[in-house]
């Protein structure tokens, strides 16, 4: 219905929990449904009102769901097969919040179909908002806190092929969102080596494109000009750097390809916006995960460490520690600076533990920028980690 039509029922439908709580109570099974999904809209004005509606019916939202979850998926789903939009939006921002709402309690039958619904509205063209049903996917196939996506019944190539196929779409925003709503399947679910196909997505967006023609004068300078001051700065690019550190858990070979992305990551910093140096110390830190999380102690675990030869090791310690020293220099931001000490901590304390040899060069050139740090620091809890990595480099690396 038109939007005057759906803000009429919302507003009737509040006084009537005001006025005839009972009468409402008896036709629970349609309203519910209807309080649920009207607090999804697009339109704020209705969704206050039906936010008030859920709040005046006395329910629990973990309850309610689960009684009347055939309900909200049937309206749910009626919504995402509609030639609107926002209601193609409101019907995937539902489905999520009983995903969320439910959990592991969600009822598999019920799952494993919504999922289905979801992955058949992937289909078709872009349009504004359509990531959101990408981010309902990845809330249905996580929130349960299984391990893998057999144990839903759910062919795995089918549902990663669906965020793999819209990553490569050419609107960057939605780009930004499918990859956000990827890594965090990735976080929570575990799959196949899908590693070269998330290198190819992400790296295309890092990395400036190379000239298909060698042009001459002016307009070959300017090309050139382009290329040297390439930026890292836009967010589909903070989502492919994010991605890229997420997605490295599925790779199967990394004590191969480790040293190559370590590279990658370290020379990029040098290119990045400071918001942008955030993701990419998270990233890194994700890296270092993969190879110094202690082994698998219970099943919600869904990284296996690898193992790498002391060489390897200190490899990757000598590359990434210049790119991390480079933002605990940042005098500018505090939650840059913090997280790069957190992580020249964790390299250097690593490095003791696992007795790996660094060179004598890169422990000076680690003890005079954490020294600066600290002679400069104005934060109380930061001074407090610099001084901590000066004790131990002097302590251990003397």
């Not at 709503?181 to 976080?187: E, R, S, T, V």
């Not at 060069?361 to 001074?383: F, G, P, W």
Request: aromatic content about 6%; hydrophobic content about 40%.
């Amino acid at each position: 219905k038109d939007d005057v039509t759906r803000l009429l029922v919302a507003n009737t439908l509040s006084k009537m929990t005001n006025s005839a709580p009972d009468v409402v109570r008896g036709v629970h099974v349609r309203v519910v449904p209807l309080a649920l999904y009207g607090k999804h809209s697009a339109d704020q004005t209705e969704k206050d009102v039906w936010e008030v509606v859920w709040l005046e019916l006395g329910v629990s939202d973990q309850s309610a769901v689960l009684l009347h979850l055939k309900e909200i998926s049937t309206l749910a789903t009626q919504s995402l097969s509609s030639t609107s939009w926002p209601h193609r939006i409101q019907g995937a921002n539902t489905l999520a919040a009983t995903a969320t709402l439910l959990g592991s309690n969600y009822p598999p039958q019920e799952l494993v179909a919504n999922v289905d619904r979801l992955l058949n509205s992937t289909t078709g063209r872009t349009f504004p908002g359509k990531s959101a049903i990408l981010a309902a996917l990845s809330k249905f196939l996580t929130a349960p806190k299984r391990t893998c996506l057999s144990d839903l019944g759910l062919e795995e190539g089918n549902v990663v092929g669906v965020f793999l196929r819209e990553a490569k779409k050419k609107d960057p925003d939605y780009v930004s969102q499918v990859m956000r709503a990827f890594g965090d399947l990735l976080l929570g679910v575990e799959v196949g080596d899908y590693w070269d196909q998330i290198w190819e997505i992400c790296s295309a967006h890092l990395m400036p494109k190379e000239d298909q023609e060698e042009d001459e004068g002016e307009e070959s300078k300017e090309k050139r000009k382009k290329t040297e001051t390439f930026t890292i700065q836009s967010v589909v690019q903070e989502s492919a750097v994010l991605l890229i550190g997420v997605g490295w858990r599925v790779c199967r070979n990394k004590p191969e390809r480790i040293s190559a992305l370590c590279e990658f990551l370290a020379g990029n910093m040098r290119i990045c916006t400071w918001k942008i140096q955030i993701t990419m110390l998270c990233s890194i830190q994700h890296v270092l995960h993969s190879f110094l999380l202690p082994p698998k102690t219970d099943s919600t675990q869904t990284i296996t460490p690898v193992s790498l030869d002391p060489p390897t090791k200190q490899g990757v310690y000598e590359t990434l520690l210049p790119a991390v020293l480079r933002c605990v220099d940042d005098t500018k931001h505090v939650s840059v600076r913090g997280l790069a000490l957190k992580l020249t901590f964790l390299i250097l304390n690593s490095c003791k533990d696992q007795e790996v040899q660094m060179r004598g060069e890169v422990v000076r050139e680690v003890l005079v920028h954490v020294r600066d740090q600290v002679s400069m620091e104005s934060n109380h809890n930061l001074k407090a980690q610099g001084i901590e990595i000066v004790t131990l480099l002097e302590k251990s690396f003397s």
